[in-house]
């Protein structure tokens, strides 16, 4: 059974800068891509970004691509969120994922097996 725990969330003023972690337990980490999702209050939980499992390939949601990176460290099961210039509309709960299949990137919610507990972004302008 894997295990997510995010970490990293607060309040920032628009402009500003947060980390987001996700330590992962429970799997074979390394073999797995891993994904990040936001949700907003009355909206859809949505793409954020994805990590393959290699760290060798990035992609990211539109409204995000530029400011946000994604990165992983296998060697402490954890991966990461870096937002950068963040806007009011960054608002919104961010969760960190697992495919339910090994290996393979994924971008859609129901392709990921296992979430976080989520962690509560509020970007005031």
């Known amino acids: 059974q894997v295990q997510l725990v995010e970490s990293g969330g607060g309040l920032v003023q628009a402009g500003g800068s947060l980390r987001l972690s996700c330590a992962a337990s429970?799997?074979?980490?390394?073999?797995?891509?891993m994904g990040w999702f936001r949700q907003a209050p009355g909206k859809e939980r949505e793409f954020v970004s994805a990590?393959?499992?290699?760290?060798?390939?990035?992609y990211y949601a539109d409204s995000v691509k530029g400011r946000f990176t994604i990165s992983r460290d296998n060697a402490k099961n954890t991966v990461y969120l870096q937002m950068n210039s963040l806007k009011p509309e960054d608002t919104a709960v961010y969760f960190c994922?697992?495919?339910?299949?090994?290996?393979?990137?994924?971008?859609?919610?129901?392709?990921?097996?296992?979430w976080g507990q989520g962690t509560q972004v509020t970007v005031s302008s």
């Open positions: 990590l393959s499992w290699n760290g060798g390939s990035t």
């Open positions: 994922a697992v495919p339910s299949t090994r290996w393979r990137t994924a971008f859609y919610a129901a392709d990921y097996g296992h």
């Open positions: 429970g799997r074979t980490f390394s073999s797995y891509a």
